[in-house]
């Protein structure tokens, strides 16, 4: 099974009090492990909530907001993907990254069960992005929009991976799958649920390689998730630090 | 010397940033190196005299100004290069008499990249209030401290919203460009709402100094009037100059020595700017000439049919009201309703107008919006409903900003409360 995990830290946390050092290398023998054990199929840093744009279409308009999906303390700040016996397997891995330290890390199991892919190396003259979908917890929709959405999503994917700005990306298994760690000073704490109790949750990702911003906005406004839900459109890190 | 400096300053500084953001792609690097230039050109102008192409001048001295930034901090080689293009691409510069005059090359002697600029400042990703402070900053060459000041918050907060958006365009990938094809269209009424916000900051004096805020109307005109050259087909950029303009006409009409708001009925008309109406007129006339009909063209007929009425009296309600019902149409905003319904009062008597007014209240779609309590009440003091006046002056002044109008509305609820209840 694979299971995404969700960092989430509060911005500039890391900056404080030598933690960066101190968390760099703990998160360089992270990766060691997990990469030689092939666990970790991918993963990246992403760049500050601050470059974060969110799009959401209602009445076939498209609507932008400068920021994140939700202005929670903790917010979104990288990914992995883990190859797991189970949850339990996976929690345990999450538990012992650093980022369990400065903030939570919520795992989730993948739906169905996508392709195994490690990103390519990044083709010259794009970036990459993250794009985090988003729906509000328990939303009724129309029965033509549950009609509609499934296949349309799968248009969307097929047009997008025909491009090439489509590298990966999943639905993930339902919000109360969710499961959250911290370290306190002594020990892990694993609660069920999502790390922030917003209103809208993740739901899904993609991770796009586009030229620039309005490729990656163009393609999260055609998502049909974004005519009911949110896409918060997140920029890679930009420096191969790992 | 330093009018000629300040002269070179208003043409070329926009110029001049958007050619070194588009070679190095470093927004910092590029005001730093502009600033520097000015610096240079006033203390050497006053020695050497004038230039004959200052904006040549102030360009080589802004890009060697970057060369040795660029050599010092050795780095980034592609910039270096994208810089060492610039003096290839304009072998001009160090001979100002043989500049081209080709489409590039402006009369300025510096090519005018400033559209790009615009664009990717007005791009709407980036917060609205980061649009406004960005264009700002980069195209009209406003200091941080001059941004935070009209706007009335503490330096160190612009400066945090400006590294923060400019962040956000080398992080996130905003492209430097002018969008192609359909994103045209709907990108442009993007930068005019940022030019039309930025000019309506400055226009209704609600606080700040009176010069700052003069200062903000006439960089909006001036960035509009940029854009109008760039963009010679777009029918809206007229429209939206002679908006800006015919408002200007009234500026010093509207309020009296006190600061208070005088209405459009009772201003001296005599004080109105003829200069500003005939500017007004000639953009309105080019804008029509483009055969297409937008929404800031009709905010600008109906303006121009204001300022053309030499009395209150005089003024052609009907066509107004026409005008309206064309932008209702174009806009279905519910702000432009409740204009539309101010203008039928005038056409149609004070119950007709108080009818679309009420109808606008019932459907919530103003809530919290002060305007909308207070053209009810004025209806209803038309009407001579007094009570009905006094709550709804009173709901008005419970949501009311500016200290003006404030004034305006409390002036109206004591003529109202004056005196026994007629009803």
């Known amino acids: ?242 | 010397m330093e009018a000629a400096v300040a002269d070179a300053f208003r043409q070329e500084w926009g110029r001049i940033v958007a050619i070194l953001v588009r070679r190095t792609g470093d927004w910092d690097l590029a005001e730093e190196c502009a600033q520097g230039a000015f610096e240079r050109a006033l203390e050497k102008w006053p020695l050497d005299g004038v230039p004959d192409r200052p904006g040549a001048w102030l360009m080589i001295v802004a890009r060697n100004l970057a060369f040795d930034r660029l050599r010092r901090g050795m780095r980034e080689s592609a910039k270096f290069k994208e810089l060492a293009s610039l003096e290839l691409d304009q072998p001009t510069y160090g001979d100002p008499d043989v500049v081209r005059e080709d489409g590039e090359t402006t009369r300025s002697g510096v090519p005018d990249e400033r559209l790009r600029l615009i664009f990717t400042c007005c791009h709407p990703a980036l917060a609205l209030e980061a649009r406004v402070a960005l264009t700002l900053r980069t195209l009209s060459g406003l200091t941080t401290a001059e941004i935070a000041r009209a706007f009335l918050v503490p330096e160190a907060t612009m400066a945090k919203r400006l590294v923060r958006a400019k962040h956000k365009i080398a992080n996130a990938g905003i492209p430097y460009r002018v969008p192609a094809g359909d994103a045209l269209a709907e990108r442009t009424s993007g930068v005019l709402a940022v030019l039309y916000l930025l000019f309506n900051e400055g226009y209704s004096a609600s606080a700040g100094s009176e010069l700052v805020r003069t200062n903000l109307c006439d960089n909006a005109i001036e960035l509009a009037r940029i854009l109008a050259d760039l963009m010679p087909d777009e029918s809206e950029v007229k429209g939206l100059l002679a908006l800006m303009h015919f408002h200007r006409a009234r500026q010093d009409a509207r309020v009296d020595e006190r600061g208070d708001v005088i209405t459009l009925e009772d201003q001296d008309r005599a004080r109105w700017d003829r200069d500003e109406i005939a500017e007004g007129d000639r953009w309105l006339d080019a804008a029509f000439s483009e055969g297409s009909i937008g929404s800031y063209q009709l905010q600008a007929s109906i303006a121009g049919e204001h300022v053309r009425a030499r009395q209150a009296s005089s003024t052609d309600w009907r066509a107004i009201v026409n005008l309206y019902d064309q932008l209702l149409n174009l806009t279905r905003s519910p702000v432009v309703a409740l204009n539309r319904a101010v203008a039928v009062a005038m056409c149609d008597g004070p119950a007709s107008g108080l009818a679309l007014a009420e109808r606008i209240d019932a459907s919530g779609k103003l809530d919290g919006y002060y305007l909308l309590p207070a053209v009810r009440a004025d209806l209803f003091r038309r009407l001579g409903q007094r009570d009905d006046a006094a709550r709804a002056y009173r709901d008005a002044l419970e949501l009311v900003g500016s200290e003006p109008e404030r004034r305006y509305l409390e002036m109206r609820l004591s003529e109202v409360t004056k005196g026994p209840s007629l009803e």
């Not at chain 1, 795992?107 to 083709?123: H, Q």
């Open chain 1, 1 to 242: 099974m694979q299971y995404l995990l969700i960092h989430a830290i509060e911005d500039g946390i890391e900056s404080q009090d030598g933690r960066a050092a101190d968390s760099l290398s703990a998160l360089n023998v992270w990766l060691e492990e997990v990469i030689r054990l092939g666990v970790d199929l991918q993963g990246s840093r992403l760049g500050p909530a601050s470059d974060a744009t969110t799009v959401r279409v209602r009445g076939g308009e498209v609507l932008l907001t400068d920021g994140p999906f939700a202005e929670t303390k903790e917010q979104v700040a990288g990914y992995d993907i883990l190859e797991c016996e189970n949850i339990d397997d996976a929690v345990g891995w999450a538990a012992q990254h650093p980022t369990a330290h400065l903030g939570s890390i919520e795992v989730r199991p993948l739906f169905g069960d996508p392709p195994r892919t490690i990103l390519p190396e990044p083709k010259a003259m794009t970036k990459r992005y993250l794009l985090i979908v988003c729906v509000e917890e328990g939303l009724q929709l129309s029965p033509e929009e549950s009609r509609r959405v499934g296949p349309a999503t799968e248009e969307w994917v097929a047009r997008a991976e025909g491009s090439g700005a489509r590298l990966y990306g999943s639905r993930l298994e339902a919000v109360n799958t969710a499961r959250t760690v911290r370290r306190g000073s002594a020990q892990v704490i694993v609660t069920d649920g999502p790390f922030a109790e917003t209103k809208e949750q993740i739901a899904g990702f993609d991770v796009l390689e586009c030229a620039d911003l309005d490729e990656a906005l163009d393609l999260a406004a055609a998502h049909p998730v974004a005519r009911f839900g949110a896409m918060e459109v997140r920029p890679l890190w930009p420096f191969d630090d790992a």
